[in-house]
Structure formats: structure tokens, C-alpha cells
């Protein structure tokens, strides 16, 4: 039996480490590599332990796949747990190299063009802000691109074993796809860096002097692109937000006049949070700048499990059909509008639901809850409430993937952000229909701050404990299992089982999910859900309450360091994901601002109605008034600030004109070389 072999070179095991690349590249200056002693393992693999003797090694499946890692390339250490048995990964640059030629990965060279990367011009293309060559995004994508392309490429099946079972690997078949679908390999997963994440632990999570200072480049080269864009955004958010929380506390210790003083407070509420989501624009094209992200991105970074990477249909299709361009043009025009019904089809399902499913039932507790009058009834009758909407929003998240799938989308952003628009929508009705209810109808300011504090106090202090204690209580009954299992193994005799390997502890550990599913989004759903749902509770209701934006600084310069303390100790490494900006969630915050004007609007017209101190005719008028400046602003402050900084530009600039001057004289020396050659030919005949 012959096993088939890999296209890629082993290479030694000593290599050069991926974070200690000190070097960047432009003009004429040379590559410094610094050596590192210690292999850094990126990427485990489970499988189940078993016994092998050594006649049956050469058909053992596990045998077979270890052997196939190597012929790659990558650097192979065994780890036997207590149940399970893990291959940890390493790979040298030169590996990764291969691999990210062979994926046709464009990254940024020295004269400002983003090309395709090939691994014998390594020395032409820009260096990592930490000085390495490949982000944790290209280099997981890489991974991913050598374990799952290994493929049977002998002239004949294969026959492996695993304990007493036995099967056939066919030839052109993928390995590890094969063995995940017959359950010998559990789980494939990137692996913490002990020594950045214990850096990372001291002057980011443990770090609470600093308040909202975080080392975003550090966590980038970490985590990738999405978590560190996510920080950045809620760092920037906590900063700014100490200005309205001053004010508000001010207007809380001070009897200013509560009728003077609020429609102030309320304009510049409004157009602080005009300002902001501005300059967020600004600050992210300045991130991407600075880790040589190109904006916008529009590749698709939504891999399928074997190799290569899927691409959009009407691409697929385009390939299909040859040169005739009145079929092509008739070909996309015809998926531009499918895509574009299907996904009004699934938007209109999604808000006709609501209207008529979700919005009765939201009405009715809001009802319900201001008609009666013991508290224990209504505490009893909120946590029947809270029971009953987590499953319908549930059900919700499920029905709105499942209708993403019959969309046209270009891309996996694309699809991620159809799906935080519809699941938004109903969280949308489930967290605000009922301070509205309160607000609006019965214009009960009291019970308005009362459900404010309980939303802002209560239910983000017991979200906070709940994120970082449940992944502990998932991890202790996770060992708690594994010792069950064991002990039932070897009999109840045995002592305490302890857990020495630490790739076995991040195994047990959960996984950074989203409440929805995995498919399309991480965790961060829920941590960007939970702060635009502050968002919109501190602004749609500021004149009623300016003391919540103090309570919303509070929760988030606690959230920053819990987020970045669950995810460093409390959570396995997460997959890293692309993103150049925080998508959906952008026009989110946009669209709970346009909602701010109107609310307040109405807040500020029934408080003055109700206080008597002046004419609701001419009163209305100056709120109306004021409403429309406000939405005029909101929609034209765009244009005075711009998106991009003047140094973004300049370098983005700086890089075209380079890249064309480049591209012209090497035009130029081949026109001119082809004239000469000619001219020979035609002198010879």
C-alpha cells in the first residue's frame, strides 16, 4: 500500500517566529529576522484516544493524518489527554508562504499596490504592524487552505483503521474531511499563544488604570481584524460618552430648571451623536491604514470546509457563459433583481411578523405590567416574560438564517449583515416597545425612569456577571463530564483526575459563539447587540433620564476589561474573521439616532403640556422646528466632516500614483522591447 504524497516540502522544524518578524520593508532597507527558540503551536486537532501497536501503525488512520502534517510541512507535537489524544500544529514561514501563493493572497507591497503574494518575492511586500509577514487572518486562512487540502492522490483507495473499524480513502478525497465525517477527528481549532496572551492579560484586561486605552494593534495581531475594530469602536464609544454623562450628572445635582435646561441637553445629546458616528468613520479608515487593510474589501471570506473559497453565483455564472455580452448582461440583470426581490421577500416576512406576532404580545406586558400593583406579581409576571421572549427571539434568529440562505448576497458580510438586520428588528421590538408603551401612550414618567434604571442598572450588571460566569460553569462541567467518563473507564477507585496539558483545558473550554448560530456570526453578535441596545435606551430617552448616560460610561469601562478577560482566559482562541468596518451595526447606530430626534421630540411636547408653564401651540411648533434642523443636520454634518483623514488620503493617493508610475515604465520597457525585437527580425529577412 502506497499512501499518497504532498505537494509541499518538509522543512526543518526550527523557524522563524511570527510575531518577532521585525522588519518593514520600503526603499532599500534589509530584513531583520529575529530567531525564536520556543515553537508557537496555532492550531489543534482532536481525536480520540486509542491504542495502537506498532504493526498496525502504518493503516491507522490518526498514523496516516499525522504523517500527512508532516509532508506538509508543519511542525507536529502529540499531546495524550485524559480521553482524547491532540496534534498541535505549527508552520514555518516558508509553509505559509506556499500556501498563501497558492491561495492567490493579495497583500500590500512597498510601492502602496496590493498584489499577489508569491512566497520568492517575499521581500517586496510590507511587513505586519508587529513586524510580521501574514496577519492571524491570512495565516489561520492558510491553515486551514494545507490541513483540509490533503487529498488522495495515488492511483488507488486507500484502506485506514481506527481501533476495529475500517474504511476505504478514495482517491481525489479529501483526509480530514473524511475522517470529521466518520467522527475520528472532533474538532479542529486555533490554540492560544501562551506568551501574548499572558502579555495581553497584564496591559489589556488586568490594565484598569487606563480606563478606555487599549493596545488595539496588539490585539489586531491577536485576534484579527473584527475583534480589534469591535474594541476600538467601544473604546472610542466610552470615551465620548463622558461628555453627556458630565452633563447629565450635572443636570441630576442641580436644580437648573428642568424647562430650560433639557431641550439644551437634548440638542446636544443629538449632535454629539451625530459627531461620533462621524468620527468613528474617520478613526476606522485610520485603522485599516494602519494595518494595511484595503477599503473596501469585497472578497469573500466565507471558506467551505474543504479547499478554496466560494465565490458569488453571479461570478460562478459569468464563468459559464463565454464572451456573448448580451447574455451576460441579461444574466446579471436577471440575478441583480431575483437577489434583490428575495431579499424584500425576507425583510417583509421578518417585519410583518413583528407587527403581528411579536408587537401584540410585547403590548400586552407592557399593559399588564402598568395595571397592576403588587410588585411581586409584577416580578413574577417579568420573569414569565423574560422565559417567553428569549424563545421566540430564538426561534426568530433561526428562521431569519435559514431565509438568508435563499438570498443573493455577494458575500459572507454581506449575508452577516442581512442577518443582524432582521435579528435587530426583533430585539428591537422586544427591549424598547415597552418603554415606548410607558412613555408614549400613558406618558407615566415615573414608571419611565423606574424601567430605564432596571434596563441599564439591573439588566447589564446581571448580563455582565452572566457572560463571564457561564463559560466557567460550562468549562467545570466540561472536566466534571471527562472525569465521569474516565472514572467509569478504570472503575470509581481511581483518584482525582487532573488535566496537565493545557491544549486539553482550551479544548474544554467553550467556544466565543453567537446566540444564533455560528454560521454567519461570532460572539460579538451579543457584544454589539447589547451595547446598541444601550445606545438606543440612553438616546431615544435622554430628556427623560440624563443621569443613564453616567450608568452607560460605568457598564462599558467595566465591559471593556470583562470582554477582553473572557476572551483571553475564559474562552478558547476564537476563528479569526474578516471585516474592514462593523457593518450593519454602523447604520444600526445611525438609525436609533433618527429615532432619538423623534422621541425626544415627543418627550419634551407631552412633558411640557403636562407641566402647564406654556402654550402646547407654540410650543409644539419650536419642538417641530427643531426636529427638522436636527434630522437636516444629522443628514448634511456628513458632508462637512469627511470620512477619511487627510493623511489616509494622501498615502492612498501617494500609493496610486506610485503604483501607476511603476506600472508604466514597465508598459513602456515592454512596448520598446517588442519594437527592438521586431526591428532585428525584420532587418534578418
Known amino acids: 500500500m502506497q499512501l499518497p504524497t504532498s505537494p509541499f516540502k518538509p522543512v526543518s522544524a526550527k523557524f522563524t517566529s511570527f510575531g518577532d518578524l521585525g522588519t518593514l520593508f520600503g ?17 489543534g486537532v482532536v481525536v480520540p484516544k486509542r491504542n495502537v501497536s506498532e504493526e498496525d501503525k502504518t493503516s ?55 498584489l499577489q503574494f508569491e512566497w520568492e518575492e ?32 495515488s492511483r488507488s483507495s486507500v484502506t485506514l483503521r481506527f481501533d476495529d473499524k475500517e474504511f476505504c480513502w478514495e482517491v481525489g478525497e479529501y483526509l480530514l474531511q473524511k475522517l470529521e465525517s466518520e467522527r475520528i477527528v472532533k474538532e479542529v481549532f486555533p490554540l492560544h499563544d501562551e506568551i501574548k ?32 475594530i ?27 430648571g428642568w424647562l430650560l435646561v433639557l431641550p439644551i441637553f437634548f440638542v446636544c445629546i443629538i449632535l454629539w451623536a451625530i459627531m461620533f458616528s462621524q468620527f468613528w468613520k474617520r478613526k476606522n479608515s485610520a485603522l485599516l491604514a494602519r494595518w494595511q487593510i ?9 471558506y467551505r470546509q474543504g479547499v478554496g473559497w466560494s465565490s458569488s453565483p453571479s461570478v460562478e455564472l459569468a464563468k459559464k457563459w463565454g464572451t456573448d455580452k448580451t447574455k451576460e448582461k441579461e444574466m446579471f440583470q436577471r440575478i441583480e433583481w431575483f437577489g434583490r426581490l428575495m431579499r424584500f421577500r425576507n425583510d417583509a416576512f421578518i417585519i410583518f411578523s413583528i407587527i403581528c406576532l411579536q408587537l401584540p404580545f410585547e403590548l400586552a406586558y407592557a399593559h399588564i405590567y402598568e395595571v397592576i400593583e403588587s410588585d411581586i406579581m409584577k416580578v413574577g ?41 432582521k435579528v435587530f428588528g426583533l430585539y428591537f421590538m422586544q427591549s424598547y416597545i415597552g418603554v415606548f408603551y410607558h412613555a408614549l401612550l400613558h406618558r407615566n414618567f415615573s414608571t419611565l425612569r423606574k424601567v430605564l434604571i432596571q434596563r ?180 448634511g454634518f456628513s458632508r462637512f466632516v469627511p470620512e477619511e483623514p487627510a493623511w489616509v488620503e494622501a498615502n492612498r493617493v501617494k500609493n496610486a500614483t506610485n503604483a501607476e508610475n511603476m506600472c508604466s515604465k514597465q508598459l513602456l520597457k515592454s512596448i520598446s522591447g517588442a519594437r527592438t525585437a521586431f526591428g532585428d527580425v525584420k532587418k534578418s529577412q
Not at 504592524?129 to 490533503?150: A, T
Not at 464609544?237 to 436644580?255: E, K, Q, S
Open 456 to 635: 441599564l442598572l439591573v439588566s447589564q450588571v446581571l448580563e455582565n456577571l452572566l457572560e463571564n460566569i457561564l463559560p466557567y460553569l460550562k468549562y467545570s462541567y466540561k472536566k466534571y463530564r471527562v472525569r465521569s467518563k474516565k472514572k467509569r473507564e478504570r472503575g470509581s477507585s481511581i483518584g482525582k483526575i487532573q488535566f496537565a496539558y493545557r491544549v486539553e483545558k482550551e479544548y474544554l473550554k467553550p467556544s466565543y459563539s453567537a446566540s444564533i448560530g455560528m454560521e454567519l456570526e461570532d460572539g460579538l453578535f451579543d457584544d454589539f447587540l447589547e451595547v446598541a441596545l444601550q445606545f438606543g435606551m440612553i438616546m431615544m430617552f435622554a430628556c427623560a433620564f440624563p443621569l443613564a448616560f453616567a450608568f452607560a460610561t460605568l457598564n462599558n469601562i467595566t465591559e471593556i476589561r470583562a470582554d477582553a478577560l473572557k476572551l483571553l482566559a475564559m474562552l478558547r482562541r476564537p476563528t479569526p474573521r474578516f471585516s474592514t468596518t462593523i457593518g450593519a451595526w454602523l447604520n444600526i447606530f445611525q438609525f436609533l439616532i433618527v429615532m432619538s430626534i423623534c422621541t425626544n421630540c415627543a418627550l419634551l411636547v407631552w412633558l411640557y403640556d403636562e407641566e402647564g408653564k406654556w402654550k402646547i401651540e407654540p410650543g409644539l411648533a419650536a419642538i417641530l422646528v427643531m426636529e427638522h434642523v436636527l434630522l437636516l443636520i444629522k443628514f
Open 27 to 43: 526603499g532599500g532597507q534589509e530584513m531583520n529576522v529575529f530567531e525564536e527558540e520556543q515553537t508557537v503551536f496555532e492550531i
Open 122 to 153: 517575499v521581500d517586496a511586500f510590507v511587513r505586519q504592524p508587529d513586524g510580521s509577514v501574514f496577519s492571524w487572518c491570512e495565516r489561520f486562512r492558510c491553515y486551514r487552505h494545507l490541513l483540509y487540502g490533503i487529498i488522495n492522490k
Open 294 to 302: 484595503s477599503y473596501p474589501v469585497r472578497t469573500d471570506l466565507g
Open 197 to 228: 496572551r499572558k502579555k495581553l492579560l497584564h496591559t489589556w484586561a488586568l490594565h484598569w488604570w487606563d480606563f478606555t486605552n487599549q493596545p488595539i494593534d496588539e490585539i489586531y495581531a491577536y485576534f484579527g481584524a473584527k475583534i480589534a
Open 230 to 256: 469591535y474594541f476600538a469602536f467601544l473604546g472610542m464609544y466610552t470615551r465620548w460618552l463622558l461628555f453627556p454623562a458630565a452633563f447629565g450628572l450635572i443636570m441630576h445635582m442641580f436644580d437648573f
Open 60 to 114: 491507522d488512520c490518526v498514523e496516516v493524518l499525522v504523517e500527512e502534517f508532516r509532508n506538509l510541512g508543519l511542525v507536529v507535537e502529540r499531546v495524550h489527554g485524559v480521553v482524547d489524544e491532540f496534534i498541535k500544529l505549527a508552520a514555518p514561514l516558508e509553509t505559509l508562504g506556499r500556501a498563501a501563493a497558492e491561495l492567490q493572497i493579495k497583500k500590500r507591497t512597498a510601492i502602496g499596490m496590493d
Open 381 to 421: 409576571l417579568t420573569t414569565i416574560y423574560l422565559f417567553a421572549i428569549q424563545f421566540l427571539t430564538q426561534i426568530g434568529g433561526k428562521i431569519s438564517v435559514k431565509l438568508i440562505k435563499y438570498e443573493n448576497n455577494e458575500n459572507t458580510e454581506k449575508r452577516a449583515d442581512s442577518l443582524v438586520y
